[in-house]
């Protein structure tokens, strides 16, 4: 079956330690997203890409950085210049940019302790 | 740049009663508007979504919207709700994000609580 694949589903660090996010998609799109939930917050933009080899920041990206070296991956980087990490992660993709629906990942809830 | 406001943080309603979860959005030349819910500790899943065409949008599980250009309004309705519908609603809105692309701008999101 086609779709996003988001792991680990729970990932707990030690604060000022970089930890990486994986988000796998086999549906042949182009576009990937990192969004961060927090309560009451909504969703917010971490990153996006639109092709392989480039990438776009979004509203909070400091402290996280992305690579997209292959059509089918978009790890995120937490590091530890992000002062607040624990949050609830969310990878999407989708066929272009923005016009079309994002289908999303189950999600990584990142606990820094 | 876009932006989203959903009106209300909390709906609770009992079962087999009619809700209206709201959304606004800022305004636009053209707009694509998206509703998605989530269930705990899970992705969001589309509900439904105006690209262009009729004003009314039907989506999965009985909801449906209905785009109001004059008052910036993307309303999601159901007319009868269940317990399975007790979940967080995201509206959200394409937008052109620091002049290089575009993605989803999300609003904070509406917690519908169904009780019987």
Known sequence: DGGITQSPKYLFRKEGQNVTLSCEQNLNHDAMYWYRQDP????????????????QKGDIAEGYSVSREKKESFPLTVTSAQKNPTAFYLCASSMTQGVTEAFFGQGTRLTVV | AQSVTQLDSQVPVFEEAPVELRCNYSSSVSVYLFWYVQYPNQGLQLLLKYLSGSTLVKGINGFEAEFNKSQTSFHLRKPSVHISDTAEYFCAVSDLVNQAGTALIFGKGTTLSVSS
Do not use: E, K, M, T
């Open chain 1, 40 to 55: 009451g917050q909504g969703l917010r933009l971490i990153y996006y890409s639109q092709i392989v080899n480039d990438f």
